[in-house]
């Protein structure tokens, strides 16, 4: 049961250039949301959040933006940088769960 | 300041031996504690989360089980390993019933059945 679907398993982007990671959720009952940026043989470390009270957050070079009607959300990085380049979850939880979902992860690669 | 340790970092083990994977929380209490399993090509797989000592959940059914003998412990184990057990094993801890407060992961374990 895929409550957290990221479809693009991988992008390419060219250094400088907006990355726009996609992800989509099933279930009505998460309200917040996640992004995580993982390194091969590390855990993922926490990147950016937004609660569903809200349809866009903005961290520097990183804004998430939420459309709940359409249960998506997206992560933006503006401009991107060799350094960028990462696996990237999109992660959901509702309010009292004890556990948070996690999408498949997409493969965001930066070329110089 | 909080902090995770996992241990160890890479394993490799033969099909039918036993496993134990463990990971401590410093500089909290009372933290919620989860095991995720990567496998490879795919994401991230909710395997276990607790909220109190001896409070295990399960997510997957499979030949592995979880215990937190401890506050800030919790470990993973198996009896006999198999071959589709191999992948990327992370520990996590967050505050308890906060929504939002993400997850800080551990390092992770790159456990190898052969």
């Known amino acids: 049961d895929q409550q957290v679907k990221q479809n693009s398993p991988s992008l390419s982007v060219q250094e400088g250039r907006i990355s726009i990671l996609n992800c989509d959720y099933t279930?009505?009952?998460?309200?917040?949301f996640l992004w995580y940026k993982k390194y091969p043989a590390e855990g993922p470390t926490f990147l950016i959040s937004i609660s569903s009270i809200k349809d866009k957050n903005e961290d520097g070079r990183f804004t998430v933006f939420l459309n709940k009607s359409a249960k998506h959300l997206s992560l933006h990085i503006v401009p991107s940088q060799p350094g960028d380049s990462a696996v990237y979850f999109c992660?959901?939880?509702?309010?009292?769960?004890?556990?948070?979902?996690f999408g498949a992860g997409t493969r965001l690669t930066v070329k110089p | 300041s909080q902090t995770i340790h996992q241990w160890p970092a890479t394993l490799v083990q033969p099909v039918g031996s036993p496993l134990s994977l463990e990971c401590t929380v410093e500089g909290t209490s009372n933290p919620n504690l989860y095991w995720y399993r990567q496998a490879a090509g795919r994401g991230l797989q909710l395997l276990f989360y607790?909220?109190?000592?001896?409070?295990i959940s399960s997510e997957v059914p499979q030949n592995l089980s979880a215990s937190r003998p401890q506050d800030r412990q919790f470990i993973l184990s198996s009896k006999k390993l198999l071959l589709s057990d191999s992948g990327f094993y992370l520990c996590a801890w967050s505050v308890r019933v906060e929504t939002g407060s993400g997850y800080t992961f551990g390092s992770g374990t790159r456990l190898t059945v052969v």
């Open positions: 279930n009505s009952m998460f309200d917040y």
């Open positions: 992660a959901a939880s509702a309010y009292n769960n004890n556990d948070m979902r």
């Open positions: 607790s909220i109190g000592i001896d409070q």
